[in-house]
């Protein structure tokens, strides 16, 4: 495949990342990002075997010089960023508010919320310089209203779409769109932390598709904000969730 368009994907090691990387490589050369570098380089051969072109490059998005790294090294090599996916996030500790540390909401802020934060920071730099640029974060239907036991991962999935809306008006008139997805539930490993009983209750009663997703649906919406095709959306939160948000 002949192209001459650069994608970014953090988290790409497994689940929406790896799915995202996958869709994306049909019309770009994709960077792999992750801290696993097993599932990371797994994505790669994964694209490459395919007939796609990407490389892994290790990311921690909870650690600022690791995200430092990561973008002088693309600016070393591709010296351009057309298009950028922050999706590695976590799910956190499922407690209620009374019983959560510091400590966990810590971790949940600096790997959802300030990981985003600053990779876009460095994506819009890059994209600035090339006078094109098109960022998806993201987000959850959690990012849009609360949840019981997930109030540090509900509080940066808010944030995350702050963030967004945000930068589509600071960045608008300079040919960069910035968008965000909101997931439902999506089969991935981040569910393991789910009980079976809260899935089951979920798909029989609140998602009217009685089903949960699957990362390629999520894979193909993101590519979708993207592309041309979403030419004038920006700052928009996409729900991908089989219509749990409606009601
Ligand atoms: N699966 C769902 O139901 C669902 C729903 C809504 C939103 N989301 C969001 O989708 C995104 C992807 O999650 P997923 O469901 O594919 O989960 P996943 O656990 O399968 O994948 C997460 C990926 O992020 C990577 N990662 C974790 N911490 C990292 C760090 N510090 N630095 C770099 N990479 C890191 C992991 O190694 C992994 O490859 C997350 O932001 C999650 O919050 C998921």
């Given at each position: 495949?002949?192209?001459?368009?650069i994608?970014?994907v953090?988290?790409?090691?497994?689940?929406?990342g790896?799915?995202?990387?996958?869709?994306?490589?049909?019309?770009?050369?994709v960077?792999?990002?992750?801290?696993?570098?097993?599932?990371?380089?797994?994505?790669?051969?994964?694209?490459?075997?395919?007939?796609?072109?990407?490389r892994?490059?290790?990311?921690?998005?909870?650690?600022?010089?690791?995200?430092t790294?990561?973008?002088l090294?693309?600016?070393?090599?591709?010296?351009?960023?057309?298009?950028?996916?922050?999706?590695?996030?976590?799910g956190?500790?499922?407690?209620?508010?009374?019983e959560?540390?510091?400590?966990?909401?810590?971790k949940?802020?600096?790997?959802?919320?300030?990981?985003?934060?600053l990779?876009?920071?460095?994506?819009?730099?890059?994209?600035?310089?090339?006078?094109?640029?098109?960022?998806?974060?993201?987000?959850?239907?959690?990012?849009?209203?609360?949840?019981?036991?997930?109030?540090?991962?509900?509080?940066?999935?808010?944030?995350?779409?702050g963030?967004?809306?945000?930068?589509?008006?600071?960045?608008?008139?300079?040919?960069?769109r910035?968008?965000?997805?909101?997931p439902?539930?999506?089969?991935?490993?981040?569910?393991?932390?789910?009980?079976?009983?809260?899935?089951?209750?979920n798909?029989?009663?609140?998602?009217?598709?009685?089903?949960i997703?699957?990362?390629?649906?999520?894979?193909?919406?993101?590519c979708?904000?993207?592309?041309?095709?979403?030419?004038?959306?920006?700052?928009?939160?996409?729900?991908?969730?089989?219509?749990?948000?409606?009601?």
């Open positions: 495949m002949k192209t001459d368009k994608a970014l953090t988290g790409s090691g497994q689940g929406i790896r799915a995202t990387a996958v869709a994306l490589s049909a019309f770009s050369h960077i792999i990002a992750d801290i696993d570098k097993v599932s990371g380089k797994e994505t790669v051969s994964i694209i490459n075997k395919k007939g796609g072109s990407s892994f490059v290790y990311l921690d998005v909870s650690d600022s010089d690791s995200i790294e990561l973008f090294n693309i600016s070393s090599n591709e010296n351009k960023l057309d298009y950028a996916v922050n999706n590695a996030g976590i956190g500790e499922m407690k209620l508010i009374h959560l540390d510091l400590e966990d909401w810590d949940i802020l600096k790997i959802n919320l300030t990981g985003v934060f990779c876009m920071k460095y994506q819009i730099k890059l994209m600035l310089d090339n006078k094109f640029g098109r960022i998806v974060n993201v987000s959850s239907m959690a990012g849009t209203y609360g949840f019981s036991r997930g109030s540090s991962y509900s509080a940066t999935k808010h944030g995350v779409i963030l967004t809306k945000s930068a589509a008006i600071e960045y608008g008139s300079e040919n960069i910035v968008n965000s997805v909101c439902g539930f999506v089969q991935t490993k981040i569910l393991d932390d789910i009980p079976d009983y809260v899935l089951d209750f798909k029989k009663y609140r998602v009217p598709m009685k089903r997703g699957k990362p390629e649906e999520v894979a193909e919406s993101i979708w904000l993207l592309s041309e095709k979403s030419s004038f959306t920006n700052g928009h939160s996409l729900y991908i969730d089989g219509g749990f948000s409606v009601g």
